[in-house]
């Protein structure tokens, strides 16, 4: 925005007649930096998740799991978004998002179900059976 570039269509047309005001710029500034410092302070407060806690996690889920699920039981991993800042809200909306992918590739008629676990409930465990995905 303040080199002219910016809104796009502004870009395009007469910039001087439709620009932002530098109040304009400046409350959108300090509206950034205060998402920044609110990211940063939820960042700080989570304790940071490494490859072994992930694996850890799931090594202990497959343990819980009858024999006959094990093979066919996958997991995704949000831990990336988790330690990028995303609040509990915003975790829930990729959860929901991601199982809602993952319905979109079954023909089943019922919903899959899906377990959280792992630090911070970042990893989500589904079954291929559930999906009604087979070996062929």
Known sequence: ????????????????????????????????????EVTRELISSREFVYDEDFLAAVLDDLRTLPEHRVSRTRYLSL????????????MEVCRQGAVKLLNS?????????????????????????????HDD
């Open 1 to 36: 925005m303040m080199d002219g570039t910016m809104p796009y269509d502004v870009y395009n047309g007469d910039y001087k007649a439709h620009s932002p005001s530098a109040d304009d710029m400046e409350k959108i500034a300090a509206w950034i930096r205060a998402e920044g």
């Open 79 to 90: 831990v990336n978004l988790y330690y990028g800042g995303a609040s509990e809200e915003a």
């Open 105 to 133: 590739l079954t023909c089943q008629p019922d919903p899959i179900m899906y377990e959280k676990l792992g630090p911070g409930n970042t990893i989500l465990r589904v079954n291929l059976d559930d999906m009604g995905w």
